[in-house]
């Protein structure tokens, strides 16, 4: 058989346990998570029978694809990746060696997307916070419901580490977050609109004021003392005559 051309049409970008597949977007660029499993698929049915082997390259990190049967007959290269650590724009090459030496190479581009984040701020500086729980929920015919991250081998609701990050892979369509911490404002944001299936928002959270969290009893407890000593006072000037209440007015005056 002749060469089929290798294209980016021909490939699979699959991820959140083989329940998502990524499109590439304009200019051939897609957005990932970062240090998140990436599966990297091509059809041996979509290529010429004399491919003697399939590689990619992310950067200067090179993968050999596997061919392996499927279901049905049809064979499958792949390999599996980890997404780089680092936000930025990767080149990511696909190219095939044949069985004559030659080589065909298509490109595009892997844009590694920074994780969401929950912070604060203090003095007009941004500080992350630990131990928030973060809640996806998906707008569905206008109900509002908890996504099932479980499908996707990810978990939803999600409490975030010392670097206050999180993220998700998830079906396109409307969504709403929720935060929770202790000692924080509880919020959910308004909705938004998800078309590169992830979910990497920014939340800002707002601290209890103390006044409400740790100073608001003492403050009712000094009140209570006060109101109690001068009801102790009037009591006792109830008590005593007239002329003996002026006296000790005076005396307090002197």
């Keep these: 058989a002749g060469k089929v051309k290798l294209t980016t049409d021909k490939l699979a970008f699959v ?23 990436l599966r990297i698929e091509v059809s041996a049915d979509e290529l010429s029978d004399t491919v003697e082997s399939l590689q990619t390259s992310i950067g200067s990190d090179v ?6 049967d499927q279901q ?20 990511m090459n696909v190219w095939a060696e044949y069985v004559d030496g030659s080589q065909e190479t298509v490109s595009s581009y892997l844009n590694v997307l920074p994780l969401g984040d929950v912070y604060q701020v203090i003095d007009d500086e941004e ?7 973060v809640t996806l929920s998906q707008v569905i015919n206008g109900s509002l419901i908890v996504w099932d991250g479980s499908p996707y081998d990810q978990y939803n609701p999600f409490i975030t580490g010392s670097n206050g990050t999180f993220g998700w892979y998830v079906p396109n369509g409307t969504y709403r977050l929720t935060t929770d911490a202790d000692h924080f404002l509880s919020s959910t944001s308004s909705e938004f609109v998800v078309n590169n299936f992830i979910v990497n928002r920014r939340v800002m959270m707002v601290a209890i004021p103390l006044l409400q969290e740790e100073e608001s009893p003492t403050l009712i407890e000094s009140t209570t003392q006060m109101v109690q000593t001068f009801s102790s006072v009037f009591d006792n000037i109830l008590e005593i005559p007239v002329t003996q209440t002026l006296q000790q007015a005076i005396g307090v005056l002197r």
């Design 15 to 37: 991820v959140a346990g083989g329940n998502i597949v990524l499109s590439l977007g304009g200019k051939g660029i897609l957005d990932v998570l970062p240090d998140t499993k």
């Design 63 to 68: 993968y050999l694809l596997h061919l392996a």
């Design 72 to 91: 049905g007959g049809n064979a499958l290269y792949f390999t599996d990746v980890i997404t780089p650590s680092t936000p930025q724009l990767f080149v």
């Design 127 to 133: 500080m992350q916070l630990s131990g928030v729980k």
